[in-house]
């Protein structure tokens, strides 16, 4: 089955960037549309942007544009999500999330808590 | 931008009692890409329903979703201890592929 891997927390100050990675098992990445969604310590779910497959391009919230990257290395099945100019409100546990069969979100990484913090 | 709005904000109800929540869309959602979630502290979200009334695979059948255009409802028929938690709608049919802001399901 499908298996999403992320890289562990960080700590950044502000100002700073961070990347998080997201590795793919049991499917290449090829096959799967890639998103990013984001949830602030007792908040909601927010979605960052993804690979929309009938435009074959990503798509980033309007909310971030300019400031975050989405990119993926498929000789490593691994994606990418790099935000920068980091600000104290940026802190948050950070998912990749793809579907299978579906264009909803039933795979999940485990999320990556980033911090920002002086 | 579709903007999803969730209610009721927290839903206070015993194991055993039937939960109906909320999901309205500020537009049409097209082809009923409309999708709800579970989420428990500590965790990723799960997802329970897709394409409005789809259940995803391992999703007990007391959860149900029902709706088109932009009305829809989660409902679970009897909870069980584990369904107490946070629920989220969501639409994918269209970009940016927002949230609703999450309905609340606590033990009375």
């Known amino acids: 089955q499908v298996q999403l891997v992320q890289s562990g927390a960080e700590v950044k100050k502000p100002g700073a960037s961070v990347k998080v990675s997201c590795k793919v098992s049991?499917?290449?990445?090829?096959?799967?549309?890639m998103h990013w969604v984001r949830q602030a310590p007792g908040k909601g779910l927010e979605w960052m942007g993804g690979?929309?497959?009938?435009?074959?391009?990503?798509i980033y919230a309007q909310k971030f544009q300019g400031r975050v990257t989405m990119t993926e290395d498929t000789s490593t099945d691994t994606a990418y999500m790099e935000l920068s100019s980091l600000r104290s409100e940026d802190t948050a546990v950070y998912y990749c999330?793809?579907?299978?069969?579906?264009?909803?979100?039933?795979?999940w990484g485990q999320g990556t808590m980033v911090t920002v913090s002086s | 931008e579709i903007v999803l709005t969730q209610s009721p904000g927290t839903l206070s109800l015993s194991p055993g009692e039937r939960a109906t929540l909320s999901c309205r869309a500020s537009?049409?959602?097209?082809?009923?890409?409309l999708a709800w979630y579970q989420q428990k502290p500590g965790q990723a979200p799960r997802l329970l329903i897709y394409?409005?009334?789809s259940r995803a695979t391992g999703i007990p059948d007391r959860f149900s979703g029902s709706g088109s255009g932009t009305d829809f409802t989660l409902t679970i028929s009897r909870l069980e201890p584990e369904d107490f938690a946070v629920y989220y709608c969501q639409q994918y049919g269209s970009s940016p592929r927002g949230f609703g802001q999450g309905t609340k399901v606590e033990i009375k």
């Open positions: 394409g409005a009334s």
């Open positions: 690979f929309d497959p009938e435009d074959g391009e990503t």
């Open positions: 049991g499917y290449t990445l090829t096959e799967l549309s």
């Open positions: 999330a793809t579907g299978l069969g579906v264009r909803a979100f039933d795979i």
């Open positions: 537009q049409s959602v097209s082809s009923s890409y």
